[in-house]
């Protein structure tokens, strides 16, 4: 019983620090440079529109490797399956970054109030 309290706090804390380096970074590379001059609602706008949506990728990504390595006896299985696995976090990873970048939300600057 105390693994599953131990892996509850795992995912919580990946979920959490992922959510704050995406947020982080979303912001300082499309809104502004300097995180004090967005306000507090719009961090938070785009802390649950794009923080939680890309911290799921590392979070499930960990969930499932941290399942099969404890499913799974036969080595061989075993490493193709972690490797698929770390190929497909990969190319997630890649996928939301170059979504990120490249989508325009109709205007970036969309999080930040007109009244600046």
Do not use: D, R
């Amino acid at each position: 019983m105390k693994a599953i309290y131990k892996l509850i706090l795992c995912i919580i804390l990946i979920l959490t620090i992922s959510t704050i380096g995406i947020t982080y970074w979303y912001i300082s590379n499309h809104l502004l440079s300097n995180l004090s001059e967005v306000s507090l609602p719009s961090i938070i706008n785009i802390l649950i529109q794009i923080g939680l949506v890309g911290a799921l990728i590392p979070t499930i990504s960990f969930f499932l490797i941290y399942s099969a390595v404890k499913m799974i006896s036969n080595k061989l299985i075993l490493t193709f399956l972690i490797i698929s696995l770390i190929l497909l976090v990969i190319t997630a990873t890649y996928m939301f970054i170059l979504y990120m970048t490249f989508h325009e939300f109709n205007n970036p600057i969309q999080f930040i109030p007109n009244n600046l």
